[in-house]
């Protein structure tokens, strides 16, 4: 039972392809979130949704689309994609601000 | 904008030892939470431990405590009696709440080996 799981696990692409990532999260959270960590483990946020409303919508070019079908799903599709996007992306979870938050196993994008 | 800094790229511990891992932040915030997240080789991010700014009580799980000091900004994590599955990264993280969200700023890691 995977509280916050994602497809696909790894992700190797070539250049100027489109991408995209799923997420799915079975906990009942009301917010998800992207975030992406570099090569140096740096963890930094992307995107949040709160009942499929965009709140953080940090610094990102806007070659990367989050998408919320529903509370439980947040979906990132990634057009047009560069060397420097390789990375891994996380997704996570949480029932409201404060308490922490539940992270997926991650997917590792390689673009070559 | 809020920062957070490990000075600690590296440490390590022997089994059964107790071990520290230092966090600062800086923010003009008065209500925030912080958080050690651990991220082990599996690269599965995993919540330690959670502090609120308006609790002067230091958090603690089990083997895990936090010495918070707000006026320092300073939050620390002691490990007591350090496990082999211990070994991982830690991340030291400020939180705010946004809308219902919660928007984590992570300091760039302390990568902590457990030595048998």
């Known amino acids: 039972d995977t509280a916050v799981s994602q497809t696909p696990k790894y992700l190797v692409t070539q250049m100027g392809n489109d991408k995209s990532i799923k997420c799915e999260q079975n906990l009942g959270h009301d917010t998800m979130y992207w975030y992406k960590q570099d090569s140096k483990k740096f963890l930094k946020i992307m995107f949040s949704?709160?009942?499929?409303?965009?709140?953080i919508n940090e610094t990102v070019p806007n070659r990367f689309s989050p998408k919320s079908p529903d509370k439980a799903h947040l979906n990132l599709h990634i057009n047009s994609l560069e060397l420097g996007d390789s990375a891994v992306y996380f997704c996570a979870s949480s029932q409201r601000g404060g308490v922490g938050q539940y992270f997926g196993p991650g997917t590792r994008l390689t673009v070559t | 904008a809020q920062t957070v800094t490990q000075s600690q790229p590296e440490m390590s511990v022997q089994e059964a030892e107790t071990v520290t891992l230092s966090c600062t932040y800086d923010?003009?915030?008065?209500?925030?939470?912080l958080f050690w997240y651990k991220q082990p080789p599996s690269r599965q991010m995993i919540l330690v431990i959670r502090?609120?700014?308006?609790?002067?009580q230091n958090a603690t799980e089990n083997r895990f405590s936090v010495n918070f000091q707000k006026a320092a900004k300073s939050f620390s994590l002691k490990i007591s009696d350090s496990q082999l599955g211990d070994t991982a990264m830690y991340f030291c993280?400020?939180?705010?709440?946004?809308?219902?969200?919660?928007?984590?700023?992570f300091g760039k890691g302390t990568k902590l080996t457990v030595n048998p």
């Open positions: 993280a400020f939180g705010l709440t946004q809308g219902g969200s919660e928007k984590l700023v």
């Open positions: 502090q609120e700014a308006y609790k002067q």
């Open positions: 923010t003009s915030e008065s209500n925030y939470y």
């Open positions: 949704y709160n009942n499929k409303e965009l709140i």
